[in-house]
């Protein structure tokens, strides 16, 4: 593998093995462009594959741009030695196990088109049969699924008689019952992948007086081209941002203008400043997605919407047309990417800017970002905040990856501490018997038998059967492999490692010091593939717990000195009954309707205002470089970033603060996040370094009050460690 997965790159592989053994036919993958979603799905179908005999993959994209020969090339670069082929292997190869096909659709859909006479469309559906009948099972991936839901499309597919369909778009059509995988967009900029905002039309005025709309827009863009490219300058990189044009299909005349008035600006074909992507006209788009590229500015129509990858492109100037929007929302997507993969820590430069009059395509975007009801606006801090300073921590790229021998302690001590594990075997698997794990030699599943009048029935309504089949280490052999890697995708372990943890810790011919059971190998397939959630589940837990051990201050830990950012982008909820401003907030005008935020965060913001003790309140971000972050590791060496919610002055004293979901009124838990207990005690002794104050902060819906935890972390509401935090700061 010669590329390394994002965190949220893995849990989409890892959502995407989940769905396929759902039984709902279509997988709905919804991957903000720029996310990586070749690499994501190259990953997948190298490592399905590998579990699944007899399986084959045919990936499906549009007419336009060459799409499946960007994507086999990207699968060849990703996964070396995959077995890839495009339309004309299939035609003279036909279909064999292991393979990666990929394929033009509308090759085989489009009418008039001669990449396939009707006497090589019959020999591609027999190339189709043949592979059937040696047993192989198609997978179908449609590439910008929302380009191909057509009649036609679904005529193509049924001919595989596939079981799966991933389909993947930035904006997907409904497909009933269909599985759907989102990745979420504020992870996605949180790598660093995409830009943080779009900004729309900035510092028009509420009256836009103009007697040439394309001039207005065009004029702004330009200023904004030459801003950016002056701050690229000052950072010393060479790198020209482009500004997209997108002009409606039949629209000469506006062509023209277009053209026109970029030449007015020094700006046209013969010096290079000016590129075009029509249908009938290509003009300077020899090496345009280079950074350093002469041109300043293209005119694209529809045809480059899909399948066009240029990360310089920072603006676009979208000219009135009657479009359908779900186009539309993808040409938002090629000026999103970062031209680096990676932020500049900026505002200027980690956005991507709209220009346009057209108030219909507004709103689609605005709804396409998922901001749904949210406005957003520029707060600015209050002089007085401007010399706070914190030391904050960053990771190092050594220590990102997890530690497999770190990992095997973390999962052998866990086990020990969970089940009272020691050192005889014996009473060890009467242990985990009891704790629930099935110990049969023979592989063993579970069905219902009863009776019920509708398909919408209860298994509690059923009798459990339990069925045991033979254990055969060839026919289950794919299976133990893909239980394997599905351990190792919760705590971020490859294959190879994962397979060594188990085997140290559970088969009798791997020698290992903590070894817990000594299965003879056989019975270790029986087991794995047994056992399978209950160890993934395991493996999770065993890199979160609070081991009993101090952490040395790591050498790899970065340090920098943190201070408030002087502006930030606030998101709020302009529906919201109240819009109070937030006095004691460190920017300019932060309304109590601040979204999004937790039930936790808006108690706690709503206390700090009218805490007598509390002087003043910042809320951190939770991704980014520019805010404050702590270093903690989980139990396999692999570093984390922490974000307290919260810096506050009271008292005098700085305090920081983190939220976290309450308890309920039965004293259960309401915190989703294993790490609390590790986040916890990394930041006590952040604290205890720099003479500071904070902790916890939980509600607890017994009382509706805020409780804090300062001393030593519990996750016992009923326990001493949590105090009333009005108490503490009145």
């Not at 079981?163 to 790598?191: F, L, Q, W």
């Not at 935020?597 to 808006?602: A, G, L, Q």
């Not at 005690?681 to 409780?707: F, S």
Request: glycine residues 6%; neutral net charge.
């Amino acid at each position: 593998m010669s590329i390394r997965l994002k965190e949220f790159q893995l849990d989409a592989v890892k959502a995407l093995f989940e769905a396929m053994e759902k039984p709902a036919r279509d997988i709905i993958l919804k991957s903000p462009t720029g996310s990586g979603k070749t690499i994501i799905l190259t990953y997948f179908m190298h490592q399905y594959i590998q579990s699944f005999p007899k399986t084959v993959f045919v990936w499906l994209t549009p007419g336009k741009g060459n799409l499946e020969e960007q994507s086999k090339a990207k699968m060849d670069q990703y996964i070396h030695a995959s077995q890839t082929k495009q339309l004309s292997d299939v035609m003279t190869a036909g279909f064999e196990e292991n393979d990666s096909c990929f394929i033009n659709w509308e090759k085989l859909t489009k009418k008039g088109n001669n990449a396939l006479k009707d006497s090589e469309r019959t020999n591609f559906l027999e190339h189709i049969q043949h592979a059937l009948n040696d047993g192989l099972h198609f997978v179908i991936i449609v590439d910008e699924s929302h380009q191909n839901n057509t009649i036609k499309a679904d005529e193509i597919i049924q001919y595989f008689h596939t079981g799966k369909i991933i389909r993947c778009s930035a904006t997907p059509k409904g497909i009933a019952k269909a599985e759907i995988i989102e990745i979420p967009e504020k992870e996605v900029i949180a790598a660093g992948l995409i830009k943080k905002m779009l900004i729309i039309n900035q510092d028009f005025p509420q009256i836009v007086e103009t007697e040439d709309q394309t001039a207005y827009l065009l004029e702004r863009a330009i200023k904004k081209q030459r801003e950016l490219r002056t701050a690229f300058l000052q950072q010393g990189k060479n790198i020209n941002p482009l500004i997209v044009i997108q002009i409606p299909n039949k629209s000469k005349t506006l062509q023209d203008d277009v053209e026109q008035y970029l030449e007015t600006q020094g700006l046209n074909y013969e010096n290079g400043q000016l590129a075009c992507w029509l249908s009938d006209r290509h003009e300077n788009l020899d090496n345009i997605d280079a950074l350093y590229a002469q041109s300043s500015a293209i005119i694209i129509k529809q045809a480059v919407a899909t399948g066009w990858d240029c990360p310089r492109a920072y603006i676009l100037v979208k000219l009135r047309d009657n479009m359908e929007e779900t186009f539309e929302i993808q040409t938002i997507g090629r000026i999103r990417r970062m031209p680096e993969a990676a932020h500049y820590e900026n505002d200027l430069l980690d956005s991507c800017y709209l220009y346009t009059l057209d108030k219909k395509f507004t709103a689609g975007v605005k709804m396409a970002l998922d901001k749904g009801a949210l406005n957003a606006c520029t707060l600015f801090l209050k002089s007085e905040y401007k010399n706070i300073t914190l030391t904050g921590e960053q990771r190092t790229m050594v220590t990102t990856t997890s530690n497999p021998q770190k990992a095997l302690q973390a999962i052998a001590a866990y086990v020990r501490k969970e089940y009272g594990i020691d050192s005889n075997k014996v009473e060890n698997q009467t242990r985990l018997q009891t704790a629930g794990f099935e110990m049969n030699k023979n592989i063993v599943r579970y069905t219902f038998s009863g009776e019920s009048t509708t398909l919408d029935f209860s298994s509690a309504d059923m009798n459990n059967i339990k069925v045991v089949e033979k254990l055969n280490t060839h026919t289950h052999g794919r299976e133990y492999h893909r239980t394997i890697g599905k351990i190792g995708l919760e705590i971020g372990m490859e294959y190879s490692y994962m397979n060594t943890i188990i085997r140290k810790l559970f088969d009798k011919n791997f020698t290992y010091q903590g070894k817990i059971l000594a299965l003879e190998p056989r019975n270790v397939y029986a087991f794995v593939i047994n056992n399978a959630d209950r160890l993934r589940h395991l493996a999770r837990k065993a890199m979160a717990y609070e081991m009993d051990q101090r952490r040395s201050d790591s050498p790899s830990k970065s340090y920098y000195e943190f201070h408030i950012p002087r502006s930030c982008l606030f998101t709020y909820n302009s529906e919201a009954k109240t819009q109070l401003i937030m006095e004691k907030n460190v920017y300019q005008n932060y309304l109590s309707s601040a979204a999004p935020r937790s039930t936790s965060e808006v108690k706690f913001e709503k206390f700090c205002e009218h805490s007598n003790s509390v002087e003043w309140y910042y809320k951190n971000g939770d991704k980014g470089n520019e805010y404050f972050s702590i270093v903690y590791e989980d139990n396999s060496g692999k570093q984390k970033l922490f974000y307290p919610d919260y810096i506050i002055e009271a008292n005098g004293e700085i305090w920081i603060i983190e939220t976290k979901g309450g308890f309920d009124r039965s004293g259960n838990s309401q915190d989703i996040d294993l790490y609390t207990s590790k986040k916890f005690n990394v930041l006590k002794e952040y604290l205890d370094k720099y003479g500071l104050k904070g902790g916890i902060v939980r509600n607890d819906a017994t009382t509706d009050e805020l409780c804090i935890c300062i001393e030593q972390y519990s996750d016992d509401i009923g326990s001493k460690d949590w105090v009333v935090l009005n108490s503490i700061l009145k």
